[in-house]
């Protein structure tokens, strides 16, 4: 049994019977103790307790961290579906959690919300020293991203002669779906019209609020013609499940949304670096809308399955 499995065992353990049993039976480390704080390993410096946001997308990503440090001999524990930054920060400060796949700009985003950084590079050049007052730091960011894409039907695409976003000109006037807040950021309603020049004149963009954040419901309102464009996440199976067209964003209006490892400082090392570099240097968005597609479409496979294969074809993980 690997260290993970067993403590996997050990939590189940702590859950199925009452305290005192449990204190009989399953003795080992509180499984809620700030990471490092338990024995064995974690003495040396090697306990990664890998963290994740609730949703599938962030717990497959934990998967593929863990997976990935325990195979180099990293004492390795999850404590996924932890909630938003704002409770995922906290724990990364308080121990409780030491590593999580992160989002590079909504990461710069929670640490300076007036942040200009659109490209890649300069989100990723800009957050060291925004992370660094919490003792975090990032490691490289992956080609992969999951961020919010204007998008439509390739027919429309096709009979409009659209591939950029400033294209939806030729579109006008057409309704628009996306979450409620879609109609006051700036790289919705106002930003489609300051940036792209799209909707200036009133009446031109109809925009239709949907709460599901690019899920079914957005997805069925363009497809069925309810709405010419959509909010849809880079990462949806959706995409390729409807064939849909993402328009190219040539200005950067939507800021840059890489996977990036964020990690507590006091778990750096070299060997930890290399392994979770080498993830981000094989990662691509194709390969999240996959692994999604497996876990969240028909397959219903686990996020554990998805991650594990996922590392083996990469050549990762032996």
Sequence with gaps: MTSRARKNWLAACVLAVTATVALAGCAT??????????????????????????????????????????????????KFNIGPRQQTIPALQDGSINLIPEYN?????????????????????????????????????????????????????????????????????????????????????????????????????????????????????????????????????ALTAEDLVVLEDPENMISAQNIIPLLSKDIYSDKLAEVLNAISAKLTTDDLIELRDRVEGDEKASAATAAGEWLSAAGLVK
Excluded at 37 to 66: C, M, N, R, T, W
Excluded at 186 to 203: A, F, H
């Design 29 to 78: 480390t509180d499984p809620t103790a700030p990471a490092g704080s338990s024995d064995g390993d974690s003495a040396k410096g090697d306990a990664v307790v890998v963290g994740s946001f609730a949703y599938p997308e962030s717990e497959i990503l934990g998967e593929i961290y863990a997976q990935a440090l325990e195979a180099e001999g990293f004492d390795v524990s999850t």
């Design 105 to 237: 700009g909504n990461l710069l985003a929670y640490y300076d919300t007036e942040y200009t950084e659109r490209t890649t590079e300069d989100v990723d050049a800009a957050l060291p020293d925004a992370v660094a007052a919490d003792d975090l730091q990032v490691l490289d960011s992956a080609a992969a991203e999951d961020k919010d894409a204007y998008v439509v039907t390739k027919k429309t695409a096709e009979d409009n002669d659209l591939t950029e976003i400033g294209d939806l000109k030729a579109l006008e006037p057409f309704s628009l779906a996306s979450n409620p807040q879609f109609g006051e950021l700036g790289y919705g309603i106002p930003g489609l019209r300051d940036v792209y020049g799209v909707g200036v004149e009133p009446g031109q963009v109809t925009f239709v609020p949907y709460e599901d954040f690019g899920g079914p419901d957005t997805v069925q309102a363009l497809v069925d013609g309810t709405v010419q464009v959509a909010d849809i996440y880079t990462t949806s199976p």
